[in-house]
């Protein structure tokens, strides 16, 4: 079993900057690959910017040159850098780390843009 915690959301105003945090715990030795989602009221998640199993990193159109996603391997933290934040990134923000079979998810952490 593989627990996932995020942090680190919050309110902010456009323009500003937020960092997400996600730390993962139990057999997280397996997890190939580790991203964050987002997920809009009414709409399903989508992928916001995910690390592959080569070290790799892929990212939305919307989000290239404003978020960056990094990890520190020691802390099995995953974190997500959101600078020149839009209202339209208001969301609820999600953690996934998956071993190729199964995916595990966070609990979501609320990031609110006000314009």
């Known amino acids: 079993q593989v627990q996932v915690v995020e942090s680190g959301g919050g309110l902010v105003q456009a323009g500003g900057s937020l960092r997400l945090s996600c730390t993962t715990s139990?057999?997280?030795?397996?997890?190939?690959?580790i991203g964050w989602y987002r997920q809009f009221p009414g709409k399903q998640r989508e992928l916001v910017a995910i690390?592959?199993?080569?070290?790799?990193?892929n990212y939305k159109d919307s989000v290239k040159g404003r978020f960056t996603i990094s990890r520190d391997n020691a802390k099995n933290t995953l974190y997500l850098q959101m600078n020149s934040l839009k209202p339209e990134d208001t969301a609820v923000y999600y953690c996934?780390?998956?071993?190729?079979?199964?995916?595990?998810w966070g609990q979501g952490t609320q990031v609110t843009v006000s314009s």
């Open positions: 996934q780390g998956s071993d190729g079979k199964y995916a595990y």
């Open positions: 139990g057999s997280t030795f397996g997890i190939n690959a």
């Open positions: 690390i592959n199993f080569d070290g790799s990193s």
